[in-house]
């Protein structure tokens, strides 16, 4: 599988161009691309067929123009991925709670939203983040996030290791769905299948009275759909932020205290 890393073009190019930082011409005819297009041309390539696939000459045909034009917008494929990363992550108000609705509703919100752009985006897991660049889609959600969480009690330090935790918990449900997938496509073998061909040894296995608590699992256990995966993430986040909930219950609000 492919593996792209956050960060690792030119660092000042990326920032300018997230952040429109750099000299526009104020005179001349308009020009017949943008950058937006390209960013949105480059996800959709993505989406489409992997980020194996993305590349500046895959980009160019997408828009029917000349690869090289592309370079007057964006150096490299490294810069773009880091626009890419900030483009689908634009903040939506109306998607989202009022903060004052309380931290546990944002997070619920964050986490929900985290799911849905890994399922809109499968290629995202595949970049490396640990260097992430700040762009403005990015901040407004970490603010989205931070204003839900004023008030909990919890210090600023804490309040970006909830934000880590439930990353951790989004992304690492949505790789786990992902492979599964992946895993399909790869052998041509579906996961009914897969499983029917372990059956045989299974009972066997069961047979002996060495697992009695898996040989006295209910039949419909294993059952796995859009409808498990979507109980399965719920009683995650669930358990997850009733844990949170505790913490800051103890700590009581607006008391940082050390853990």
């Known amino acids: 599988m492919t593996?792209?890393?956050?960060?690792?073009?030119?660092?000042?190019?990326?920032?300018?161009?997230?952040?429109?930082?750099?000299?526009?011409?104020?005179?001349?005819?308009?020009?017949?691309?943008?950058?937006?297009?390209?960013?949105?041309?480059a996800v959709a390539v993505a989406d489409a067929e992997g980020l194996g696939a993305l590349s500046m000459r895959r980009v160019a045909a997408e828009l029917g123009v000349g690869t090289m034009s592309l370079y007057r917008y964006v150096p490299g494929k490294a810069e773009l991925l880091d626009l890419m990363l900030d483009k689908i992550v634009e903040f939506d108000p109306d998607a989202?709670?009022?903060?004052?609705?309380?931290?546990?509703?944002?997070?619920?919100?964050?986490?929900?939203?985290?799911?849905?752009?890994?399922?809109?985006?499968?290629?995202?897991?595949?970049?490396?983040?640990?260097r992430?660049?700040?762009?403005?889609?990015?901040?407004t959600g970490l603010e989205f996030a931070?204003?839900?969480l004023a008030g909990t009690g919890l210090t600023d330090r804490e309040k970006f290791q909830v934000l880590v935790a439930v990353d951790a918990f989004v992304t690492g449900h949505a790789r786990t769905r992902l492979n599964s997938a992946q895993a399909e496509k790869r052998t041509g073998i579906s996961d009914e299948d897969f499983w029917k061909a372990q059956e045989p040894v299974m009972i066997k296995a069961m047979e002996?009275?060495?697992?009695?608590?898996?040989?006295?699992?209910?039949?419909?256990?294993?059952?796995?759909?859009?409808?498990?995966?979507?109980?399965?993430?719920?009683?995650?986040?669930?358990?997850?932020?009733?844990?949170?909930s505790a913490f800051i219950e103890r700590r009581g609000p607006g008391r940082p205290k050390s853990p």
Do not use: C, M
């Open 208 to 244: 002996t009275g060495r697992y009695p608590h898996l040989a006295a699992l209910a039949e419909d256990t294993f059952a796995f759909g859009d409808k498990e995966d979507d109980e399965i993430f719920e009683l995650g986040l669930k358990g997850l932020l009733d844990g949170l």
């Open 146 to 148: 931070l204003t839900g």
């Open 96 to 130: 989202h709670p009022d903060p004052s609705d309380g931290w546990r509703t944002v997070l619920e919100s964050v986490a929900r939203g985290g799911r849905r752009l890994h399922q809109l985006h499968p290629w995202l897991l595949q970049v490396d983040q640990a």
């Open 132 to 139: 992430p660049l700040l762009g403005p889609n990015t901040l």
């Open 3 to 41: 593996t792209e890393h956050s960060g690792d073009g030119d660092i000042s190019r990326s920032l300018e161009l997230l952040w429109g930082l750099g000299e526009r011409p104020s005179r001349g005819p308009k020009p017949a691309l943008s950058l937006d297009r390209i960013v949105d041309a």
